[in-house]
């Protein structure tokens, strides 16, 4: 299994990126995907879920305003769409798979948002 994460980088509060994650090593079209972020000196959170079909997504609260996870079954890719960034959000963003029990993570992408 590998997740190779893409996307990242540096902008501005109010600005706006897509994160991509390429899965592959399983039927990628047969799993849920997630993606989690960890902030410095915090816990690893969960961001966003899409089913395996896409047909069902579900957010964290505090981010279901502002981030639109999506797939693409045929490019074996997730997609992260982060709208009106705020430094707050800055962290590094993963992907993930669980497959019969086990997590699998990407090496993750850094996601900074300063002025």
């Known amino acids: 299994v590998q997740l190779v994460e893409s996307g990242g980088g540096l902008v501005q509060p109010g600005g706006s990126l897509r994160l991509s994650c390429l899965a592959s090593g399983f039927t990628f079209s047969s799993y849920a995907m997630r993606w989690y972020r960890q902030a410095p000196g915090k816990e690893r959170e969960l961001v966003a879920y899409?089913?395996?079909?896409?047909?069902?997504?579900n957010y964290a609260d505090s981010m279901k305003e502002q981030f639109t996870i999506s797939r693409d079954n045929a490019k074996n890719t997730v997609y992260l769409q982060m709208n009106s960034l705020k430094p707050e959000d800055t962290a590094v963003y993963y992907c993930?798979?669980?497959?019969?029990?086990?997590?699998?993570w990407g090496q993750g992408t850094q996601v900074t948002v300063s002025s």
């Open positions: 899409i089913s395996n079909t896409g047909g069902m997504t």
């Open positions: 993930n798979v669980r497959l019969i029990g086990l997590n699998y």
